[in-house]
């Protein structure tokens, strides 16, 4: 039976923390009530409230059902392309601007930033131990607090660019909502479920799930226990699905499988003695606090087609070659966010899904590059084929523009002598790649403060042997 929108999950019921095959296969259990498919324009009303949404034919009529207000929520230029435009519409209790002025947080995170000029260049390939989830009893840490900024490029205040953080935490966020008034955020939980309430509604996250919540859009995480994952951030553009070519209108990421939630809101105000409920922005890389007396998810219906979306990985269609050669790993890309340049990413967001393997003749791992692009890779579960060693769940890897790399001497070894019969490739794994057309630039958290760099990294490429046999001599039949 679906859960109704307003009993969050227990913690016991959902929980995913098996590192076997079985982790891929398994069904989760359904959670809230979504509606599906990619950039739908979707009408949704709380069942508490019906004939919420004003009748077809307008936006704004004069007076609201319920006496609620009409607000406009831009995801693009008013005048962007029909095609990409993205608005929302929502009725709500009280309008968004009902709130105390912005003040510069006082408790917030240390490590989160959009300064990326502040520490050296370091073309080095880097790698990161999983970070670190502190104890409740060491520190209590919600979603917004813990937020730690490893790498990125560009600058909110142009909109392009893109930086990538990471969160672990161990408490919910209470009587506090956060909203992004610089760019979209792609969270890919690593450890623990979140059970994210949006204006829009409520998402519940597993790890082997995703979520996309877009600029400007308010929401409150809550935890059930040690919370770990990793975030990608983009500024000036959105998500959307690859295009297909000559694959067809179907594979990877099919747009149905794209989960977007039902209105729900609360009607909760404060007491004017209480503390208040907080909003955070997120504002030119800096965080603010607002206080109001009312809770902001207070949305009894909307519709439109900017909302957050939810996406399980175990759903992707994986296309590959089936005849010779490693294939290029855009193969596997789930969503990409565009860049200004055409075919080129701000940054896709790629997985290494379990799959068959079959390529004949073909050392069948990664071959070794160098690449025009940074790839920021990270791992849910499981171990990456082209490093079983040193690259753990919840750790990272970068490595950045035209840094060599590429399967470690282990896998090299193995991959050229393998048989090649059908295998199972990624069995019980699950890692992804934020790949960039930015120079990411490393922050001074990553580079010291987190002490989670591993500065062995290196040695996983030293053990590779000189195999070439010489030219051919006369006498063996060369020239
Ligand atoms: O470097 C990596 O591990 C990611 C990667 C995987 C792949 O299959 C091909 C190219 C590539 O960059
Ligand atoms: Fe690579």
Redesign the pocket.
């Known amino acids: 039976m679906k859960r109704t929108n307003r009993t969050p999950a227990k913690s016991s019921d959902a929980k995913v923390v098996k590192s076997s095959e079985t982790i891929f296969n398994e069904v989760f259990p359904e959670d809230y009530n979504y509606q599906s498919g990619f950039g739908n324009e979707f009408a949704t009303e709380d069942p508490r409230c019906p004939g919420a949404l004003p009748p077809r034919g307008q936006n704004n009529p004069q007076r609201c059902a319920y006496g609620l207000y009409a607000e406009q929520l831009s995801g693009t230029a008013f005048t962007a392309p029909r095609e990409s435009n993205e608005r929302v519409w929502l009725y709500r209790i009280r309008p968004s601007a009902v709130h105390q002025p912005f003040k510069p947080i006082q408790s917030g995170p240390t490590n989160f930033t959009a300064d990326f000029n502040a520490e050296p260049p370091n073309p080095n390939q880097l790698r990161w131990l999983p970070f670190v989830v502190p104890s409740l009893d060491e520190r209590r840490l919600d979603f917004v607090e813990s937020l730690a900024t490893l790498c990125g490029a560009g600058d909110p205040k142009t909109r392009y660019g893109a930086a990538i953080h990471v969160y672990a935490c161990n408490a919910s966020m209470k009587d506090r909502a956060m909203y992004n008034s610089d760019g979209d955020f792609l969270l890919v939980p690593q450890q623990g479920e979140l059970l994210i309430t949006t204006e829009m509604g409520k998402l519940q996250v597993r790890p082997r799930e995703i979520c996309v919540i877009q600029q400007g859009i308010r929401f409150s995480v809550e935890v059930t226990g040690p919370s770990r994952g990793y975030i990608l951030e983009v500024w000036g553009n959105h998500f959307v699905l690859p295009g297909l070519g000559p694959i067809g209108a179907n594979g990877l990421a099919n747009p149905r499988d794209f989960l977007t939630p039902v209105a729900w809101y609360e009607d909760r105000d404060l007491s004017a003695e209480s503390a208040g409920y907080e909003i955070i922005s997120k504002y030119q890389g800096a965080l603010f606090v607002a206080k109001q007396h009312h809770s902001p998810f207070d949305v009894v219906a909307w519709h439109g087609n900017y909302a957050p979306y939810k996406y399980d990985l175990a759903n992707f269609v994986v296309v590959n070659s089936v005849s010779v050669d490693h294939m290029d790993?855009s193969i596997f890309t789930v969503l990409t966010c565009p860049g200004a340049k055409a075919g080129t990413a701000l940054c896709d967001f790629v997985i290494f899904p379990p799959r068959w393997g079959v390529a004949e003749k073909t050392f069948r791992p990664?071959y070794y590059?160098r690449?025009c692009m940074s790839?920021f890779?990270g791992l849910i579960y499981g171990n990456y084929e082209a490093k079983e060693e040193g690259f753990l769940p919840g750790g990272a890897t970068l490595?950045s523009m035209m840094t060599p790399?590429?399967p470690d001497a282990d896998c090299f070894e193995k991959a050229s002598t393998a048989e090649l019969a059908p295998q199972r490739v990624a069995a019980g794994t699950m890692s992804f790649?934020f790949e960039s057309s930015l120079s990411l630039a490393v922050t001074a958290w990553a580079n010291r403060i987190c002490q989670r760099l591993d500065a062995n990294y290196y040695k996983c490429w030293q053990g590779l042997k000189k195999n070439f046999t010489g030219p051919k001599t006369a006498s063996s039949g060369g020239k």
């Open positions: 790993p990664p590059h690449n790839e890779m490595h790399h590429g790649m």
